[in-house]
């Protein structure tokens, strides 16, 4: 389905990052018009790299509004990331050129924004077109911008794992220690450490 409400122009939201040891967190929010329709379009997870930037253009020509914004490592460590990703939602909801009189939130918790009504939906991305389409913006984007620090920091293969605790990520992570990238307040998974700059 394209969206859950009834009203004119709802903003499907969702996010990706939030679970990365390194990098932003990025959120994205688009508003679809009634007509639009791709049966491509479903969670990124279950998409191609290929088809996740074929559809990304698809949805940047064909969506009435759509944002996409960024909440970096250090606000993460010193806000906590869940605060963080509600600032990157908020953000991208701020930057669209058209405001939403509904937002769609993919998942169970929302901070509200301003007076707008709202609904969480578990798995939302799997369930409603605007949301999936949000969640495609949201994971290229960020992998873009993981694939550019990549050419910063080849070490940690930012451009394979973005970010993510691999088990390479966190080998090189003991070994070389971290960058300003890295979240500081995050745990290595494997022994619970705190992460520490060498």
Same mark, same amino acid.
């Given at each position: ?20 040891? @390194?990098?932003?967190?990025?959120? *994205?929010? %688009? ?6 329709? /791709? #049966?491509?379009? $479903?969670?990124?997870?279950k998409l191609s790299p290929i088809k ?10 064909? @969506?009435?509004?759509?944002?996409? *914004?960024? %909440? ?6 010193? /806000? #906590?990331?869940? $605060? ?108 619970q450490q705190t992460l520490q700059i060498?």
């Open positions: 389905m394209n969206k859950f409400s009834k009203f004119k122009h709802e903003a499907g939201i969702d996010e990706a990052g939030r679970g990365s040891l @390194a990098g932003p967190v990025t959120a *994205a929010a %688009v508003i679809l018009g009634k007509n639009f329709k /791709n #049966n491509d379009i $479903n969670d990124s997870k996740r930037l074929e559809l990304k253009k698809f949805i940047e020509k064909n @969506a009435l509004a759509y944002s996409v *914004a960024f %909440v970096n490592s250090s606000h993460i460590d010193n /806000n #906590n990331i869940l $605060n963080s990703t509600f600032k990157a939602m908020h953000q991208c909801i701020e930057n669209l050129n058209i405001e939403p009189d509904f937002i769609l939130v993919d998942g169970n918790i929302f901070q509200p924004y301003k007076e707008i009504e709202y609904q969480c939906i578990i798995k939302g991305d799997q369930k409603y077109q605007n949301i999936a389409a949000a969640s495609i913006l949201a994971k290229t984007y960020r992998d873009e911008y993981m694939s550019n620090l990549h050419l910063k920091f080849p070490k940690y293969n930012w451009i394979k794992n973005k970010g993510y605790g691999t088990k390479f990520h966190l080998s090189m992570i003991t070994k070389f220690g971290i960058t300003k990238y890295h979240r500081k307040s995050f745990k290595i998974k494997s022994n060498n």
